[in-house]
Antibody, heavy 118, light 110 residues
Framework: QVQLVQSGAEVEKPGASVKVSCKAS????????MHWVRQAPGQGLEWMGI????????SYPQKFQGRITMTRDTSTSTVYMELNSLRSEDTAVYYC???????????WGQGTLVTVSS | QSALTQPASVSGSPGQSITISCTGT?????????VSWYQQHPGKAPKLMIQ???NRPSGVSNRFSGSKSGNTASLTISGLQAEDEADYYC??????????FGGGTKLTVL
């Protein structure tokens, strides 16, 4: 069965960077796009970007451009999301979510809490 | 890209039907049949309930159905059950090759 297992919770200071991993199993890693979505405490879902593990291509919304980098390691079936210049508003649970290949998200990681605090 | 508009809350009694609306623009919901709906229980990851406007993934109850008219999509849950109490989010692909979510709707089963 499809499984997405994310790295553990992080606490970072303002201005620092964080890198969250998402290890995939149970399917052909390079055949499905992967998204990153975050959820601030008590708030809704926010789309952060997409990566195609097959070729490494990425796309980010304007809000995060210049501050976010998504990468993948095909040897370990893992995708990574790095967010720089962290501020308190980046405190959130970060999810990876596999695309259905028809632009919806059918499998989600368990979430990684990132806390930004001085 | 602005968030899609959902009611903050809806409620219904067991056995009843409820509908949650999701309003966007011609650049997202109105322009594509890539509308999806997610259920999220507290402390859990979202779960895909409806994809491509009206298609249920395998394993999702047929009490859940989706539709779209113009720039507004809707999720209907019939035969409400206690376990349906959760937050629900709509999402759409957009003309700028991005994705946008609704603000979320809290469903209370009375």
């Amino acid at each position: 069965q499809v499984q997405l297992v994310q790295s553990g919770a992080e606490v970072e200071k303002p201005g620092a960077s964080v890198k969250v991993s998402c290890k995939a199993s149970g399917y052909t890693f390079t055949s499905y796009y992967m998204h990153w979505v975050r959820q601030a405490p008590g708030q809704g879902l926010e789309w952060m970007g997409i990566i195609y593990p097959g070729g490494g291509g990425t796309s980010y919304p304007q809000k995060f451009q210049g501050r976010i980098t998504m990468t993948r390691d095909t040897s370990t079936s893992t995708v990574y999301m790095e967010l720089n210049s962290l501020r308190s508003e980046d405190t959130a649970v970060y999810y990876c979510a596999r695309d259905t290949n028809n632009w919806s998200f059918d499998n989600w990681g368990q979430g990684t809490l990132v806390t930004v605090s001085s | 890209q602005s968030a899609l508009t959902q009611p903050a809350s809806v409620s219904g009694s067991p056995g009843q039907s409820i509908t949650i609306s999701c309003t966007g623009t011609s650049s997202d919901i109105g322009g594509y049949n890539y509308v999806s709906w997610y259920q999220q229980h507290p402390g859990k990851a979202p779960k895909l309930m409806i994809q491509d406007v009206s298609n249920r993934p395998s394993g999702v109850s047929n009490r859940f159905s989706g539709s779209k008219s113009g720039n507004t999509a809707s999720l209907t849950i019939s035969g409400l059950q206690a376990e349906d109490e959760a937050d629900y989010y709509c999402s759409s692909y957009t003309s700028t090759s991005t994705w946008v979510f609704g603000g979320g709707t809290k469903l209370t089963v009375l």
